[in-house]
């Protein structure tokens, strides 16, 4: 069964403390990896796509990796602005088009 | 590009009514759209899924009476909530996908309050 599992569930930085969001998945034969940022009340914001093992992307603060198993959201410096949910959700083959969401990880950045 | 909207953004109707939710891709065209709802602090867990002029395919545990989609086209997708009960309470978004496109563009979500 297709599975993404996020960690930490929740996780508080001061502005400038650099730091990283976990996604662990179990898919057959994946097809994209996504992350999106949720704010409160909102839909979920794209962020990146990732499709293959080794393969990074960056915008801004953020940088997101991938391996066989697991991506990896790195936030550096972060800022007040950059609190809210992200998540990480997978595409497999099987599954056609549908998307198989984490709960996400719930960023607070202090100034 | 890639903007999705729904309408509208929050709705309160009485129980045993129904409510229609619009989802709209605004700048491309949308072959594919999904309907997702979230419950507070949760994830988001698809509902179903519509293909423009077909009928939507729907996840286990979903009734499709009482969840009606129409994806009549390119740009539109609705769904109806029949007979709304309180436990249909919840956040609906919907999402769009354009052709080969495997990104999928989310709208700002309907907050559904069923007293």
């Known amino acids: 069964e297709d599975q993404v599992t996020q960690s930490p569930e929740a996780l508080r930085l001061q502005e400038g403390e650099s730091s990283s969001l976990n996604c662990s998945y179990t898919v057959s034969g994946l097809r994209g990896l996504f992350w999106y940022r949720q704010d409160p009340g909102k839909g979920p914001e794209f962020l990146f796509t990732l499709y293959s093992a080794g393969e990074e992307k960056e915008k801004e603060r953020l940088k997101a990796t991938l391996t066989k198993k697991e991506s990896f959201l790195h936030i550096t410096a972060p800022k007040p602005e950059d609190s809210a949910t992200y998540l990480c959700?997978?595409?497999?083959?099987?599954?056609?088009?549908?998307?198989?969401f984490g709960k996400g990880t719930t960023l607070s950045v202090s100034s | 590009g890639a903007v999705v909207s729904q309408h509208p953004s929050r709705v309160i109707c009485k129980s045993g009514t129904s409510v229609k939710i619009e989802c709209r891709s605004l700048?491309?065209?949308?072959?594919?759209m999904f309907w997702y709802r979230q419950f507070p602090k949760q994830s988001l867990m698809l509902m179903a899924t519509s293909n423009e002029g077909s009928k939507a395919t729907y996840e286990q545990g979903v009734e499709k009476d009482k969840f009606l989609i129409n994806h009549a086209s390119l740009t539109l997708s609705t769904l109806t909530v029949t007979s709304a009960h309180p436990e249909d309470s919840s956040f609906y978004i919907c999402s769009a996908s354009a052709g080969t496109s495997y990104e999928q563009y989310f709208g700002p979500g309907t907050r559904l309050t069923v007293t």
């Open positions: 700048d491309f065209q949308a072959t594919t």
């Open positions: 959700a997978v595409q497999g083959n099987q599954a056609g088009t549908a998307l198989i």
